[in-house]
């Protein structure tokens, strides 16, 4: 069985970094990865600045390079994330400046994507977690600023959300048609079970953490056609039980086709045939 990791961050400066990562995760069957960027200050870029983010994404692709070196396919998505709207702002930058930022950083990503160097936005979106409400406003703005970028690029997009169901999923569904954006280029990342359920349903493509419950009960039901499966691995020595490792997904899809919950055939159309339709591969 091959296996795909459908949304991925790695840190080669605090962490494993992607080369140790893709060796590991090959060990275990992987085969492609897609790997999103983390905010810029995890990789030790501090200032709030365009200059940061021309770093952050010059590291990840050196560290999708090393993903290639190592045999596995990859697709690459730098992004500008609601936890650094909340950063930025904790620091004295003000609203204003925090959008003129995001949409600096979107045109540079715009220039990587026209070069054949990135293929996608991510994360964007919203938070998942309270905060001032001025500030999930602004992080919606930026999202829909994204949506139209990916729109006018043909990019695709990864959406960090709150894990509303029917709610989450149809706001998307307004919200898209601001840009005009198709469906196939969006992909609600990390859902609950009900946010999938309702994402399968309205067409979206959708990842689901590689946690032994969620996998049982969204691969069980063998009708799904746009599911994927994550590890959002953040290679973060310091916070290690936050996500899961990228191997975990073999791990824990073995451990449910030995079980006899999901079935293998099932699995591996979505760890290649899926995989190769969402990213286009
Ligand atoms: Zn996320
Ligand atoms: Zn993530």
């Not at 992080?139 to 970028?149: D, F, N, P, R, V």
């Not at 709150?162 to 601001?178: D, F, H, P």
């Not at 994927?228 to 990228?246: A, K, N, Q, T």
Request: with cysteine; charged share 30%.
């Amino acid at each position: 069985m091959k296996y795909a990791d459908a949304h991925c961050h790695s840190n080669p400066i605090e962490g494993l970094g992607a080369r140790e990562i893709a060796r590991r995760f090959k060990k275990h069957g992987g085969w492609f990865i897609a790997l999103v960027s983390l905010p810029p200050y995890h990789y030790g870029y501090t200032e709030p600045s365009i200059e940061s983010y021309r770093k952050m994404i010059e590291l990840l692709l050196s560290e999708a390079k090393n993903i290639r070196e190592e045999g596995l396919e990859v697709r690459v998505l730098a992004g500008f994330h609601p936890a650094e709207v909340d950063e930025y702002f904790r620091r004295g930058v003000s609203l204003e400046k925090i959008y003129e930022l995001a949409v600096k950083v979107f045109d540079l990503i715009t220039s990587y994507h026209e070069k054949g160097l990135i293929d996608g936005i991510g994360e964007v979106g919203r938070q998942h977690y309270s905060t001032a409400p001025q500030r999930l406003v602004l992080s919606e703005l930026i999202m829909i600023k994204a949506l139209e970028y990916a729109k006018d690029h043909d990019m695709i997009v990864h959406l960090h959300l709150e894990q509303g169901g029917w709610t989450t999923v149809r706001s998307i569904e307004e919200l898209i048609k601001l840009s005009g954006i198709s469906k196939d280029k969006v992909f609600l990342h990390h859902v609950d079970y009900e946010t999938s359920k309702w994402a399968e349903t309205l067409g979206f493509w959708y990842t689901i953490p590689a946690k032994h419950r969620m996998l049982k009960k969204t691969l069980s039901e063998k009708h799904r056609r746009r599911v994927l499966v994550e590890s959002d691995f953040i290679d973060d020595p310091r916070r290690p039980g936050v996500s899961s490792y990228p191997w975990d997904i073999p791990l824990r899809i073995n451990e449910l086709i030995n079980e006899g919950v999901i079935e293998e055939s099932y699995v591996e159309k979505i760890m290649t045939d899926y995989v190769r339709k969402a990213y286009l591969l």
